[in-house]
């Protein structure tokens, strides 16, 4: 194995790569002026509107929602992460895409088919309606966190994949404030519209390059005979196994934390309402989990690969490095469409956070002192202020799936109150709503301050898992004040709507 490891490093040498450094910047620059050019012709087209610039209601279609869907999926953590921790567990840790797509597919037929029908734009305000205004409070509290740390990990990522690409032109620290302006850029120019379209294209490019990259790595430099010697010198790590290295409950962690994410995050069900219709909402939802888990464990086998090739490596670089051993046209697009994946993902988590503060805090503070000609200023201030913000907060961030997943899990105490009130109204209590929140965050806090809840839990989606459902549950129990049937919000939600 250390031969053919010390062979295949000695091809990834600086002199060799020199000569061709300038096609991934050539390809680099291209991309972004092709990013620039959809975003001017959405922008350009849709109408001066705040809600079609945050929201894009109803002008996607399927296949466009599953574009959508996927690509904010497909990010830093579902590409690099999954190579990362692929170095130490092997396939397993493809797992992370499905979870994800298991997520898409429930929340197709719950939180996305819920929020349409009620004719709410953010789930704060449904969920307002149903536990009362002191809940939607502190929801919009959580959703600003969750959301403000996805959005810095892609900024974070987005720099690792730029370091690697062009080492001489950037840093990991010059790469994230570049992807930081970029993805900001991208957003206040066409909002979701922009969003939407430019998703379709990072998905086309991030399979073309993954697949062909994965063939010629596996076969063409020799990958996959590597990875044959790195399994058998050391058999006790199941490299190749697709649950041993994670284990059941690792797994089963990463989907109670999806569930939440995909049920009850702005920037995740917002995509469902630019569905042009409810079929092409719920199957834009299906048919882009679908397209999520062949790149989680092509990516998962391309960290393998990484991890027998170039076994000196750092492990958050393996997929980066790697790619670059294949031909320089290839690698750059391929490299450039990991970045662009993590600017679909980023993007979309931008306008999500952006139509929460909006339409949750700043409308409703100030719902009759800001002019409707002013409101798409406003909005495009909004998207610019959560872009600055989530980048210093992105200066902060540690290794990209752990700090990801720790960002997640504040959407399982989220998800138990919204999947509770829309299927079980007559069992959830409003005030269990309030409590459950206030829960998750203080469980976060204790997981990273307390060592020894981590033998007991394994993971924290476990931990918030039983400290959120245990709170949900034992405060319904004893409280008979219950939230509305989701009949009567949706009612109240059209009535409210008419009347504006």
């Known amino acids: 194995m250390q031969s053919s490891a010390a062979t295949y490093k000695n091809s990834l040498a600086p002199a060799g790569r020199s000569i061709t450094m300038n096609i991934p910047l050539i390809i680099v620059i291209l991309y972004v002026m092709l990013l620039f050019g959809i975003s001017i012709y959405v922008s350009r087209k849709q109408k001066k509107d705040k809600n079609d610039f945050l929201i894009y209601k109803g002008k996607n279609n399927t296949f466009i929602v599953a574009a959508s869907i996927s690509g904010l999926a497909i990010g ?12 130490t567990v092997g396939l397993s840790a493809g797992w992370y895409d499905t979870a994800w797509a298991i997520g898409a597919v429930v929340s197709s037929v719950l939180a996305v088919k819920y929020l349409r029908k009620s004719s709410y734009s953010t789930i704060s305000g449904l969920v307002g309606d149903l536990y009362g205004q002191k809940t939607s409070f502190i929801m919009v509290i959580a959703m ?31 790469g994230t404030f570049f992807s930081f302006l970029i993805f900001m850029l991208v957003a206040v120019i066409g909002g979701m519209g922009s969003v939407s379209l430019t998703n379709v294209l990072n998905l086309i490019l991030i399979y073309a390059g993954v697949v062909l990259a994965a063939v010629l790595v596996l076969q063409g430099h020799g990958g996959w005979t590597a990875i044959k010697t790195l399994t058998a010198a050391q058999p006790d790590v199941p490299y190749l196994s697709l649950t041993a290295g994670m284990g059941w409950i690792g797994i089963i962690s990463w989907i109670i934390v999806m569930l939440g994410n995909t049920n009850s995050v702005q920037g995740v069900v917002q995509i469902g309402l630019t569905g042009k219709d409810d079929k092409a909402a719920r199957n834009g939802f299906i048919f882009g989990a679908l397209l999520m888990v062949p790149v989680g464990f092509i990516c998962a086998i391309l960290g393998v690969a990484g991890r027998a090739l170039l076994p000196d490596a750092s492990a958050s670089m393996a997929l980066p490095m790697i790619l670059m051993s294949v031909p320089p046209i290839l690698g750059g697009i391929t490299l450039s469409g990991l970045w662009a994946a993590d600017m679909g993902t980023g ?19 100030n719902c009759n002192k800001i002019p409707e000609s002013k409101k798409m200023l406003v909005n495009k201030v909004i998207v610019v202020l959560s872009s600055i913000i989530t980048y210093l907060i ?16 504040l959407a399982i105490g989220t998800s138990f109150i919204v999947i509770g009130g829309l299927l079980f109204p007559g069992f959830s209590s409003r005030k269990a709503g309030f409590w459950t929140i206030m829960t998750s965050i203080v469980s976060i806090i204790a997981w990273n301050i307390v060592p020894a809840l981590t033998p007991v839990f394994k993971s924290i989606g476990l931990f918030m898992l039983a400290t959120c459902g245990a709170v949900f549950i034992i405060i319904s129990l004893v409280d008979s004040e219950k939230v509305k049937g989701t009949s009567a919000v949706i009612t109240t939600a059209k009535l ?3 009347a504006e």
């Open 347 to 365: 993007c979309s988590m931008i306008i999500g956070l952006s139509t929460t503060v909006s339409t949750d805090i700043v409308y409703k503070l």
């Open 76 to 87: 830093g953590a579902s590409t690099i992460g999954i190579a990362e921790n692929a170095f």
């Open 394 to 409: 992105a200066t902060q961030m540690g290794a990209i799936l752990v700090a990801m997943q720790k960002a997640l899990s």
């Open 144 to 174: 600003c966190i969750i959301q403000s740390g996805i959005i810095a990990l892609q900024y974070k990522a987005g720099g690792s994949i730029l370091a690697s690409l062009l080492p001489d032109v950037f840093t990991v620290e010059s």
């Open 496 to 498: 409210a709507q008419t």
